[in-house]
């Protein structure tokens, strides 16, 4: 006896009347789905227009059912490779997700001497804290020899770092590769603990504006990343990042690197003694608008030498109020993160951490740390290839 189903046929013009039919549609049998049957080839025949759109119907919802079930699953628990979502109930502006686990924090040499905040288990920076509200400070030619030693190692370390971005690398394994390159000279990664940041520099990847954190995600092919690289050495820190494509981009995303780095430029350009730290916005905001990009009000660049984030606090958009004026011995950052897009805000992960546009449009941001000299300014972590 047949195991074959009985069921009605399902042609709309049955001439038999729709009995029960026995001839299965080879498609739907082929596919799985179940009940498609009809009385003969000829009632098949006729009706295979209507059939097929409601096949091809069938199959779409079956394929969303399907995707929705392996999103769901992930956001449950663990894929296959043991990767998972930490934040599976979190709403995302993009489509960029966080692959965890993150790895173990990796260690630091007893040897190698660490910033305060290093030894405290909040992170918490108590040199900048009694900082508060002090000027930005001018150093001395020695201070300013050792930042010079700090930027230098700092670029290095960043164009090793850049060597390395292509599609199937890990942003974890990005970061053991600073990791390593910073104590090789005997420095520290200035972001590893501070204020409890687990890793030592920040992978910040397509929509993300900032402070991205290494995890297990793979770069693919069309990303665009930020690699963040701060170091602290005899002292003194150092301060710079730079946005790169991963593989082949997009004219959007291309554009957009662009346009960071003109901002960037730009202002890097007015800097000199007695010019105004507000007016460093008035530089960058133009240059974005007129490429259809936003400038980030959230952050700032800032004031750096012995402290990590001292004053003075640096907005990147025009029509500030930030105080201050530039002289000669002054180290600080510019860092422009710039937005496709005309929206400027930002949303955070519940890392606490990782930054994002709130519409899921991509952001590029560049860093230098910068000297005011007595001729104008010095830009401590150049690279080979930059012309003021």
């Known amino acids: 006896m047949s195991s074959q189903p009985v069921v009605l046929c399902q042609s709309t013009d049955c001439p038999q009347g729709n009995p029960p039919s026995r001839l299965e549609c080879p498609t739907c049998n082929k596919l799985g ?3 498609s049957f009809f009385c003969g080839q000829e009632c098949f025949k006729a009706n295979w227009v209507p059939h097929s759109r409601s096949l091809i119907i069938e199959v779409t919802y079956q394929t969303c059912q399907k995707t929705h079930k392996i999103i769901h699953d992930l956001a449950r628990g663990p894929a296959p490779d043991g990767t998972f979502n930490p934040f599976p109930n979190y709403t995302y502006s993009g489509t960029l997700r966080p692959v965890y686990p993150i790895s173990p924090k990796r260690q630091v040499p007893d040897h ?14 108590i040199s900048e804290m009694r900082a508060l509200g002090h000027p930005p400070r001018v150093l001395s030619p020695d201070e300013i020899e050792k930042m010079r030693t700090a930027c230098r190692m700092g670029r290095e370390v960043l164009d090793l770092a850049a060597s390395h971005v292509r599609p199937g690398i890990t942003t974890d394994e990005l970061d053991a590769i600073v990791h390593q390159a910073i104590i090789d000279r005997n420095a520290y990664p200035s972001p590893l603990g501070y204020r409890k940041f687990p890793k030592s520099f920040c992978t910040s990847v397509n929509e993300v504006i900032c402070h991205g954190i290494p995890d297990q995600r793979k770069l693919r092919d069309g990303d665009i990343i930020n690699l963040d690289i701060s170091l602290y050495y005899q002292g003194f820190h150092s301060d710079l990042n730079a ?35 507000r007016d460093i916005g008035k530089a960058i905001e133009p240059i974005a608008k007129a490429n259809n990009c936003a400038v980030v009000r959230t952050y700032t660049g800032h004031g750096i030498n012995n402290l990590f984030h001292p004053a003075p606090n640096i907005p990147h958009y025009a029509k500030n109020k930030a105080v201050g004026t530039m002289k000669p011995g002054m180290c600080f950052t510019i860092e422009p993160m710039i937005n496709l897009g005309t ?9 606490s951490w990782t930054a994002t546009t709130i519409d899921g449009k991509r952001s590029a941001q560049f860093e ?21």
């Not at 929206?343 to 890392?351: A, M, V």
């Not at 230098?368 to 003021?388: C, Y």
Request: with cysteine.
């Open 343 to 351: 929206n400027w805000d930002t949303q955070h992960w519940d890392d």
């Open 368 to 388: 230098e740390t910068l000297l005011v000299t007595e001729a104008g300014v010095e830009v401590l972590t150049a690279g080979k290839d930059f012309v003021l």
């Open 33 to 35: 789905i179940r009940g």
């Open 243 to 277: 946005t790169y494509p991963v593989g082949t981009v997009d004219e959007d995303s291309a554009k957009l690197i662009r346009t960071t780095r003109e901002c960037l430029d730009a202002a890097i350009r007015m800097c000199k003694p007695g010019a105004l730290f």
């Open 112 to 125: 190698i001497p660490q910033p305060d905040y290093a030894e405290r288990d909040d992170g918490v920076p």
